[in-house]
């Protein structure tokens, strides 16, 4: 496997990756939402996944002397670190959104429950888009429409809700603690007792979803024939 990942690193890493990893720093705008700046990093993936297709890296990697199987797992999980990557960058930049940033009426702040959302997303865009491209790889045009649609249909979800949340705060006590241990910088030990929960539940979404996503994906490609 680490060889695999070492061939992933050598052969099919694209010059796209560590470009829109330029994107994290939309979360220093203005009035943003902000979510949108992890779409960034699955568009990158998909470029990867494109330029490997037009280098037939699928049926290279196939003729090696290794498992089928490792061969999406070898990618998923490359995938995987180039997400948690973005991911790193946010942490420090969500804390610069805080200082330089600290409301945001255009969706929500740089925060822990951001991180969260961001995670989410990740898992949208890999169950959407992996499986697929492993079962027909020709059609991973149409796929990463179909990823796009459910990615932003999550971050309009999310964003809707952390807009609407900040206009009606003074109106419905809910959107009140929305704004003061979600949609925030946690100030108080409450505040990041919950943020820190929704940070859990994020990672659990991205861990489990993306051991499912894994395993659907091999199924699939196992049966392919090259």
């Keep these: 496997m680490k060889q695999l990942l070492y061939k992933e690193y050598k052969l099919c890493l694209v010059s796209m990756v560590p470009l829109f990893y330029l994107f994290a720093l939309m979360l220093l705008i203005p009035n943003y939402p902000y979510l949108v700046a992890a779409f960034f990093t699955c568009n990158s993936i998909f470029f990867l996944f494109k330029q490997s297709v037009v280098n037939g890296d699928l049926l290279f990697t196939t003729l090696l002397p290794v498992a089928k199987g490792d061969v999406v797992r070898a990618r998923v999980r490359f995938v995987i670190i180039i997400q948690m990557i973005m991911f790193l960058l946010f942490i420090p930049l969500c804390y610069a959104n805080h200082l330089l940033v600290p409301r945001n009426p255009a969706g929500t702040d740089g925060s ?41 249909g999550w971050i309009i979800l999310w964003e ?20 003061t241990h979600l949609d925030c910088w946690p100030a108080t030990s409450e505040a990041w007792t919950v943020q820190l929960i929704a940070l859990a539940i994020g990672a659990l979404v991205y861990v489990v979803g993306n051991i499912l996503i894994t395993r659907r994906a091999v199924a699939v490609f196992e049966r392919v024939d090259l």
Excluded at 123 to 151: C, H, R, W
Excluded at 161 to 175: C, D, S
């Design 112 to 152: 822990l429950t951001f991180l969260a959302a961001a995670l989410v997303l990740f898992t949208i865009f890999n169950g959407t888009f992996l499986p697929g491209f492993y079962k027909n790889e020709q059609k991973m045009d149409k796929l990463f429409l179909l990823s796009l649609v459910a990615v932003f």
């Design 160 to 179: 809707g809700f952390m807009i609407t949340a900040g206009a009606a705060e003074r109106l419905v006590p809910f959107f009140a603690w929305v704004e």
